[in-house]
């Protein structure tokens, strides 16, 4: 994606209803399951928690069936925690960049 292209405001957000349903309820792990359409795409989002130490993260699953033509999906997640560089999968092979610049 070029700089130009990240720079932009996004045209639209995933929105519609959202459906919400819990897809484990048990003594060692719990998890929901949100599920979004827009414009023929699919958008499903798993979060789950488990008991013991792997409850010391929040666990993101995601399936994305993406057919919306000519836009591209930036899924956001707003933490008080900052990096100055992040590691970039590029098919090929990965990748170490600053987070905020060209």
């Not at 349903?21 to 048990?26: K, M, Q, W």
């Not at 997640?77 to 610049?101: H, K, M, Q, V």
Request: hydrophobic residues 35%.
């Amino acid at each position: 994606m070029d700089w130009s292209d990240q720079r932009k405001p996004p045209r639209a957000y995933v929105s519609g209803p959202a459906t919400v349903r819990v897809v484990e309820n048990g003594p060692v792990r719990v998890a929901v399951e949100v599920t979004c359409e827009t414009e023929d795409s699919k958008y499903v989002q798993t979060v789950s928690l488990a008991a013991g130490d792997p409850g010391n993260r929040v666990v993101f699953r995601d399936a994305i069936d993406w057919k919306t033509k000519e836009a591209a999906l930036k899924a956001t997640f707003p933490l008080t925690a900052a990096n100055p560089e992040a590691t970039y999968n590029w098919g090929l092979g990965t990748i170490e960049r600053g987070t905020n610049d060209r």
